[in-house]
Nanobody, 115 residues
């Protein structure tokens, strides 16, 4: 079964940076847009960045200018560079395909921003 493995979370101070990676198995990656999502405690999962198969990226205002999504189709991987992090960015981060979440969600990776 196709799946994604997410890595790169951790603990960082406000203003710091983290880079997340997501690697997909199977043959679905190159034909799907991909996205990063996050879910904070007590909140719904929200999309924080998406990228088309040909590399066009879209961000919500909450992360625009701070987060950068990229993908490497040869490696079946999508990345999220997060800069100038704030405590509001604390959440579990996931990746999946868009517009349809074709991969099982998995455990994600925890990002904690605290001083």
């Amino acid at each position: 079964q196709a799946q994604v493995v997410v890595s790169g979370g951790g603990l960082v101070q406000p203003g710091g940076s983290l880079s997340l990676s997501c690697t997909a198995s199977g043959s679905l990656f190159s034909i799907n847009g991909m996205a990063w999502y996050r879910q904070a405690p007590g909140k719904q999962r929200e999309l924080v960045a998406s990228i088309t198969t040909d590399g066009r990226a879209i961000y919500p205002d909450s992360v625009k200018g701070r987060f950068t999504i990229s993908r490497d189709n040869a490696k079946n991987s999508v990345y999220l560079q997060m800069n100038n992090l704030t405590p509001d960015d604390t959440a579990v981060y996931y990746c999946n395909a868009v517009p349809y979440s074709v991969y099982p969600w998995g455990p994600g990776t925890q990002v904690t921003v605290t001083s």
